[in-house]
């Protein structure tokens, strides 16, 4: 079992930048792969990004392109999302997730591990 609590959210303006992180226990945090996905209010979970387990290879989703960054550190068991250009639209709760999977993971219904996540607002 993984455990995943994320931190960073809060409120910032458009145009801010914000960076999350996901502190991860339990399994090996290296042998996962993780990614970030995020709910807006009335709408369904979206996949943002994912990073395979080494670090080596990532996927983001076009919306976040070239404004966000994931990243992690496995000596420290820490995941980051890095987020540039805030729009009011990015506004959600935001959530860490793990799989062993890198395929698998970039779809919501096929996640291992949640965490409870953490909100961000972006105020226009």
């Known amino acids: 079992h993984v455990q995943l609590v994320e931190s960073g959210g809060g409120l910032v303006q458009n145009g801010d930048s914000l960076r999350l992180s996901c502190a991860a226990s339990?399994?090996?945090?290296?042998?996962?792969?993780m990614a970030w996905f995020r709910q807006a209010p009335g709408k369904e979970r979206e996949f943002l990004t994912a990073?395979?387990?080494?670090?080596?290879?990532?996927t983001y989703t076009d919306s976040v392109k070239g404004r966000f960054t994931i990243s992690r550190d496995n000596a420290k068991n820490t995941l980051s999302l890095q987020m540039n250009s805030l729009k009011p639209e990015d506004t959600a709760v935001y959530y860490c997730?793990?799989?062993?999977?890198?395929?698998?993971?970039?779809?919501?219904?096929?996640?291992?591990?949640w965490g409870k996540g953490t909100l961000v607002t972006v105020s226009s």
């Open positions: 997730a793990a799989n062993s999977n890198y395929i698998a993971i970039q779809q919501s219904n096929r996640v291992d591990y």
């Open positions: 339990g399994r090996p945090f290296s042998a996962y792969a």
């Open positions: 990073i395979t387990a080494s670090g080596r290879s990532t």
